[in-house]
């Protein structure tokens, strides 16, 4: 088992920054990837960035590259989100996963196996 613990959410501004973290905790050695998600109300999850634990490779959706950053720090078994010049349409419960296996596309969400409960991410216009 793994477990994951989201915090950093909160209100910003738009064009402001917020950074995200997951700490992972349990069967650390076997995690694969770290993936963060979003959920706007009413909306499906959307995939918003990726990072292969050991080799450190990363993956971005259009919709946030050149703007939001995914990071890790082996040691602290933590993975980041920087979020910059957020805009309106960032707002969403953002949720960090991990998947065991290489064996599917990183933005597909049912191949992470386990995931946190969630941040909340607010910008204001």
């Known amino acids: 088992q793994v477990q994951l613990v989201e915090s950093g959410g909160g209100l910003v501004q738009a064009g402001g920054s917020l950074r995200l973290s997951c700490a992972a905790s349990g069967r650390t050695l076997s995690i694969y990837a770290m993936a963060w998600f979003r959920q706007a109300p009413g909306k499906e999850r959307e995939f918003v960035a990726a990072?292969?634990?050991?080799?450190?490779?990363?993956f971005s959706a259009d919709s946030v590259k050149g703007r939001f950053t995914i990071s890790r720090d082996n040691a602290k078994n933590t993975v980041y989100l920087q979020m910059n010049s957020l805009k309106a349409e960032d707002a969403a419960l953002y949720s960090c996963?991990?998947?065991?296996?290489?064996?599917?596309?990183?933005?597909?969400?049912?191949?992470?196996?386990?995931w946190g409960q969630g941040t909340q991410v607010t910008v204001s216009s």
């Open positions: 990072i292969t634990w050991s080799g450190g490779r990363t």
């Open positions: 996963a991990a998947r065991l296996k290489s064996n599917s596309d990183y933005a597909y969400d049912r191949a992470y196996a386990y």
